[in-house]
């Protein structure tokens, strides 16, 4: 059989042959980069009314990113507006409910080599009845890592400790080449990985209003908790007083809203609903809150994480404090941010409620030092990820 330019005489003398030749060769193209294709799986679960857990699943997701060309996301009942939240791409497989757990294990099955697991950051509950969800955990970072792939575990901490969940959560973070925890007293108990900032910190540090313009105190305060005490209202009023601030109550929790509004009463400060702003819009008119704020009271740790984002104080001022926030500021290396309001010290609280220009700027150096250790973290994995693959 002849050749002319290249291709046989059949080639040239039938289009169907040719049409067919192309056809094939496009098919094996296909095949050989879907055969090349990386895939990226994460968690990303939580409820849509809770901005911080927004923030620190939005911030997880950015470690995801890039690092496979297919991205799965799994984010348990989410409505469209948490996808809208977390900012997926469109391109993302985003898998919504409970019902496709099993689609989830059968595509990190059929990934192909060298896939990327990444479960989401925040508090881990371990207590009785978790067993067997740290089982499936545990069988997810196996097939990663015989894959040879990485598994990745953001800072998180670990609330109520019991066996086996305990057990099997351990081994599964002893198994996975990136294992973080944002206390030291759950790196203590986990017995296996590194301690790190709380994700939030790496949600981008604003410069807000200079320290001595800022006219605001925000309060944000659970509302399943109950109303602070006379004492404390009282405190916090001769505080705002003393340092000519308004008093202003904010909503980052939906659930917190009737609280904020009750606060605001006792308080004789102004109320900001949540209503039906979306949920985008509100963060970053809270964040406008915080870079305008001297001081943030809040029990709720990523109230506080953004406020300090801002340049804010923040201050846990509670009855009994749970000390998750105490850690998770200790672990930046910042100290002080928890006041128990039990104590009946009207003055330590006043001292706390009156923070010095020194402090706050204590608080944005250590802020910005987190987030530079979180980066380098990032730079960290990506790195692990390409070594991996070359």
């Known amino acids: 059989m002849s050749v002319r330019g290249g291709r046989t005489a059949s080639e040239n003398s039938s289009p169907r042959g040719s049409e067919e030749m192309y056809l094939m060769r496009r098919r094996e193209s296909r095949s050989s980069k879907a055969s090349r294709a990386t895939r990226t799986f994460v968690s990303l679960t939580g409820p849509a009314g809770n901005i911080g857990d927004a923030l620190i699943r939005r911030e997880t997701l950015g470690w995801s990113l890039g ?11 989410a409505p469209d507006v948490w996808l809208r939240q977390l900012g997926l791409p469109a391109e993302a497989i985003v898998l919504r409910n409970k019902k496709s757990v099993p689609r989830w294990l059968r595509l990190l099955v059929l990934a192909p080599r060298r896939p990327v697991l990444v479960f989401e950051a925040g508090e881990i509950p371990l207590d009785r009845g978790n067993g067997l969800r740290e089982l499936v955990f545990l069988v997810e970072t196996l097939i990663v890592r015989l894959k040879g792939g990485i598994v990745v575990r953001p800072p998180r901490g670990i609330r109520a400790p019991s066996q086996p969940a305990l057990a099997i959560h351990r081994l599964a973070a002893r ?31 604003r410069l807000g209003i ?9 309060v944000s305060l659970r509302g ?9 209202l009282a405190t916090v009023r001769e505080a705002a007083e003393r340092a000519g601030l308004s008093i202003r109550t904010v909503v980052q929790v939906r659930e917190d809203e009737s609280r904020a509004r ?11 609903a949540w209503g039906d702003t979306d949920p985008l819009a509100q963060e970053e008119r809270l964040r406008q809150r915080y870079d305008a704020a001297q001081v943030v009271i809040s029990d709720r740790m990523h109230v506080l994480v953004l406020a300090a984002l801002s340049g804010a104080v923040p201050l846990e001022l509670v009855p009994g404090p749970t000390m998750k926030i105490t850690k998770a500021f200790a672990a930046i290396g910042l100290h002080g941010v928890s006041v128990d309001s039990s104590a009946s ?14 402090r706050a700027s204590e608080v944005s150096e250590r802020v ?8 380098g973290i990032q730079h960290e994995i990506r790195d692990a990820l390409r070594r991996a693959r070359a």
């Open 224 to 232: 399943a908790r109950p109303l602070p005490d006379a004492d404390w």
């Open 262 to 272: 009750e606060l605001a009463q006792l308080l004789g400060g102004e109320f900001e």
């Open 67 to 77: 690092t496979s060309d297919e991205l799965v996301a799994y984010t348990g009942d």
């Open 210 to 218: 200079p320290w001595g313009e800022r006219p605001e105190l925000l």
């Open 175 to 205: 198994l996975s080449q990136v294992t973080l925890w944002r206390d030291e007293a759950t790196l203590r108990t986990a017995r296996c990985g590194r301690l790190a900032p709380d994700i939030g910190f790496s949600a981008g540090s």
């Open 345 to 358: 010290d009207p003055t330590r609280m006043l001292a706390a409620l009156l923070p010095t220009p020194e």
């Open 368 to 375: 910005r030092h987190a987030a530079a250790t979180l980066e």
